[in-house]
């Protein structure tokens, strides 16, 4: 398998800012030969890891719909310098509505994970799959809960859906459908839940195109649905790829900026992302609810203006 990396430089132990682990970006591509693959990933995968010696938490992150797992590059070294380990798969290049297919191959790359991804990582760097989260962007948040809803094999430590979306609309599910409109129907045996909504997801960008994260089947959703404990928080005045790349190039970049209405500039809601994510795996993962607490109760440094913060716990 053909692998390439590269370093990052720390800064900040805030955070929403850049953390104290030089990071490592890592690309692995499945082999194409049919000799001796059992060691080749089941989708391309880009990782991210810290590169100093220790044990660090694995998080498994989905891109959204038609989307690369390299726009996400920032983003993930964001979250992998704070001392995790994050997986970032890409699921398909060309999908239709249903995202059955996603689901299944997202089980078989956890799966893959638990016997490979330390001969992938930096030399003395080890995974803690005792310490595995899965978490997805939009469709990507979609196949993430339906994986963890529908699996009774793969154990997940925390579940995060970043602007997850179930369809086009209310009565329009793309299938499998997660949500059923029941409040606190999804059964995910305690697992912790974290859901980032975006302000500016519902509105539409202009007439021709419809929201990209509509109102009836989106963050807001999700939660509703969602137990003890969860935590939901909606980013006022940034849309739904405000999270991505500063630079995201190629056709289906170009099309990042001009299919979703979008906020200023993308970096406040990507910091806000990645930090509000340390934060929840810091309180659900090592038990320091310090940054969680400060964030919920107004404070923490919160690099945007929040909407709507609302917790079950």
Known sequence: MAMTSSTTIPTSTNVFDIGNYVTKLIKVEPQTSNENTSSSPPRPLIICSPSEPGLFPVLIFLHGY???????????RHIASHGFIVVAPQLYSIAGPDANEEIKTTGEITNWLSQNLTHLLPPQVQPNLDKLVLSGHSRGGKV???LALNTSTLKFSALI???PVDGMDRGKQTPPPILTYTP???NLHGIPVLVIGSGLGEVKKNPLFPACAPKGVNHEDFYKECNKPAYYFVAKDYGHLDMLDDDTKGI?????YCLCKNGKSREPMRRFVGGILVAFLRAYLDGNSRDLVAIREGGGMVPIELQRVEFQV
């Open 184 to 186: 606190h129907s999804f």
């Open 252 to 256: 289906r970049g170009k099309a990042t």
């Open 66 to 76: 038609l989307l690369y797992n390299s726009f996400y590059s920032q983003l993930i």
């Open 144 to 146: 993430a809960f339906g």
């Open 161 to 163: 859906g970043v602007d």
